[in-house]
């Protein structure tokens, strides 16, 4: 064998490890692939015979363990009674004492190997179930007495629920084994031997079983075999020298703690470089195909800008047309619209002057009553003369009996003069009274002239009260006129914003007319339409009125 010779197995019933892969310089170029089979299925082939011996074991294991377990917790059940009554339970429950301790036990084990069967085992439901088991061994073996003072009979009394708990632990570490293996997470155990013999290397096994998934410890001996092999193939390879090896010819003794075999780390420079070009071919092709979705997009946009921009001119053309269109209707509303409120602002200056009229009107009835106050008052005055005048008279009559009486003892003279007072008197009195009858004359005539103006001023009032609710009656029609110019503005600047098309327009401006006469489509002459849209057929007015009756019914209201 030369240094380049991979080195053998020392074992002829060993597998032979194939040779290093081209990457190291180990000759031969193959792979180092393991041929490694299961030295458990070698070492246990399926016999018959041994299927039977199996079948009787397990039968015999059934039989005895319940057995075992029936005795033990009959046993068990009549102490545990004996001991609750000494406690003092009740005749009653000392019976359900031992049935719930017992019980207990096989609930926690059942529902343990339960869960391990869900692969969600629960270590809480063993230690519980170990602990009543404590419990109901101290329980048995406490029911004699001192436990110190006679042992063997207290253990035998405490021996069968621990024979119990053995054969259960037994089921259970089967049951296990068997879920693992259906499941195919079986792990070997180490042998024993194995820690005695090399308690330093051992532990290092164990960590990569462990840490790695390698549940057969035949295989990981292999593992050790073949890595020691590959090492002392290497050093003499290298004369002893490991240190001048490569990196990739060392791989095996670095990755090996890593759970790696011999072949998979002299493969794994090349499995590496394989990926990674084909990383670098998956992303070159991702690339192109970036680039021929980012072309084929590019052209998908010059596609649908030219066609954006072939709408954008046509839409164009048409906007233009219709905003011409609607120019000129809406110019034509706006002068409908300035017509009318011409037409408002000449009604509102009509309504002032009408106010201003009544205004005036009843500053005269004022004057008037104030007119016929005053005649009143001189009236009355004139009366109040003509009364003191007739008291006067009276008292001119009293004076010239007075002097008829005294006649006889006055002297001629006086009686002279008093005659000519007295008829200077008379005389006053009959001017007085004929300035009193002349100021009633005057302020008779005053009153029939403030009975004239009172009359006058009521006839003016009343014309200037009919003018008035002729200026309100044009004052609300000039309202109406501007709320309908108002309208039809908000309607124009609506249909201008939906960018209606002129018959639309048309046919809600007769819609708007039917409104106005109370919304009645009949009660609209073609006339009124023909001259309001300057249409000169009869037939086409019709088909206004008719389209716009039903633009009405549809539920069309200017806002």
């Not at 439901?125 to 029911?143: E, G, K, V």
């Not at 009276?394 to 002279?416: G, K, P, S, Y």
Request: aromatic letters at 4%.
């Amino acid at each position: 064998m030369t240094i380049t010779d991979l080195p053998q197995q020392a074992a002829l019933t060993t597998p032979v490890s194939a040779p290093p892969t081209a990457v190291s310089d180990a000759p031969g170029g193959a792979s180092w692939t393991p041929e490694f089979v299961s030295e458990t299925d070698n070492r246990n082939p399926a016999r018959p015979g041994r299927d039977r011996l199996m079948l009787v074991l397990s039968a015999v294991a059934a039989i005895g363990g319940t057995l075992v377990g029936v005795i033990g917790f009959a046993m068990s059940y009549s102490t545990l009674a004996e001991v609750a009554l000494s406690w003092g339970f009740s005749p009653r429950l000392a019976d359900w004492f031992p049935v719930g301790v017992d019980a207990s036990i096989i609930a926690f084990l059942a529902l343990d190997l339960y869960l391990i069967r869900k692969d969600t085992p629960w270590p809480l439901l063993r230690a519980a179930a170990h602990t009543m088991t404590a419990a109901t061994i101290w329980f048995n073996a406490s029911s004699q007495g001192d436990i110190g003072a006679d042992p063997v009979r207290s253990a035998s009394h405490g021996v069968m629920p621990l024979l119990f708990v053995i054969g259960v632990e037994a089921a259970r570490k089967l049951f296990i084994k068997k879920v693992q293996l259906e499941a195919g997470t079986a792990t070997d155990r180490i042998p024993l031997h194995r820690w005695v013999l090399s308690p330093l290397g051992t532990p290092r096994i164990y960590r990569r079983m462990r840490l790695y998934g390698v549940t057969s410890y035949p295989e990981m001996t292999r593992r050790e075999r073949d890595l020691k092999g590959y090492e002392q193939w290497l050093r003499r390879k290298h004369h002893g020298d490991l240190d001048a090896a490569s990196e990739d010819e060392r791989l095996p003794m670095t990755m090996a703690a890593y759970g790696y075999t011999v072949a998979e780390a002299l493969a794994l420079p090349e499995r590496q470089e394989r990926e990674a070009r084909e990383r670098e071919e998956e992303a070159g092709r991702r690339r192109l195909e970036a680039q021929t979705r980012q072309e084929q997009a590019q052209a998908r946009a010059d596609v649908e800008r030219l066609r954006s921009e072939g709408m954008v001119e046509a839409a164009r053309a048409q906007v233009e047309a219709e905003t011409g269109q609607a120019r000129a209707h809406a110019r034509a509303q706006v002068s409908a619209a300035e017509r009318a409120a011409e037409q408002e602002e000449a009604a509102m200056e009509t309504a002032l002057l009408a106010e201003a009229r009544a205004r005036k009107a009843a500053a005269d009835e004022a004057t008037a009553k104030a007119r016929e106050a005053t005649a009143a008052a001189d009236l009355r005055a004139a009366d109040l003369e003509r009364q003191a005048a007739e008291k006067r008279k009276l008292a001119a009559d009293a004076d010239r009996a007075a002097a008829a009486e005294t006649l006889a003892v006055e002297t001629a003279t006086i009686a002279e003069a008093r005659k000519r007072a007295a008829e200077a008197d008379k005389a006053a009195a009959e001017t007085e009274r004929a300035a009193a009858e002349t100021r009633r004359l005057a302020a008779e005539a005053d009153r029939l002239a403030a009975q004239e103006n009172e009359c006058q001023a009521t006839a003016d009032a009343n014309t200037q009260a009919a003018r008035k609710r002729e200026a309100e009656t044009e004052f609300a029609a000039a309202e109406r006129h501007l709320a309908a110019a108002e309208i039809e503005r908000r309607a124009v600047e609506l249909e201008d914003a939906a960018r209606l098309t002129p018959r639309q327009r048309a046919v809600r401006r007769v819609a708007r007319m039917i409104l106005a006469v109370d919304g009645l489509a009949d009660r609209l002459p073609l006339a009124a339409i023909q001259s309001e849209l300057g249409v000169t057929s009869a037939g086409t007015a019709s088909e206004y009125r008719q389209e716009a009756a039903d633009l009405l019914a549809g539920g069309y209201r200017p806002e």
